[in-house]
């Protein structure tokens, strides 16, 4: 596993979490980075990505406002501050490594992703 992530838990609705991923310096410099999640039944869902130099972001519809995805290339992370969680985002997140794209088929390396799960 080349990517770590961290920073799943229990949070209640209303609730913040900030998940980071860890990975090696080669990785970092080079790729975009994104977040993608999966809930119980259902597909892979894209939630985030960030360009690799300049840090120009997306964000899916159903996170923007309340997720925010960020990275800091000197420590090989890439952070998704996640506010005002709601049930709906309980879920597998994983962390990816590839181009900046809200496809799942454009990221090269995987994390093996952290356990969220919203509620009271």
């Known amino acids: 596993v080349q990517l770590q992530a961290s920073g799943g838990g229990l949070v209640q609705p209303g609730g913040s979490l900030r998940l980071s991923c860890v990975g090696p310096g080669y990785i970092f410099s080079r790729y975009s980075m994104g977040w993608f999640r999966q809930a119980p039944g259902k597909e892979r869902e894209f939630v985030a990505a960030i360009a690799q130099s300049l840090g120009g972001t997306i964000h899916a519809d159903s996170v923007r406002g309340r997720f925010r995805i960020s990275r800091d290339n000197a420590k090989n992370t890439v952070y998704l501050q996640m506010n005002n969680l709601k049930s709906e985002d309980t879920a597998v997140y994983y962390c990816?490594?590839?181009?900046?794209?809200?496809?799942?088929?454009?990221?090269?390396?995987w994390g093996q992703g952290t356990q969220v799960t919203v509620s009271s």
């Open positions: 990816a490594a590839g181009d900046r794209s809200s496809l799942a088929e454009n990221y090269e390396y």
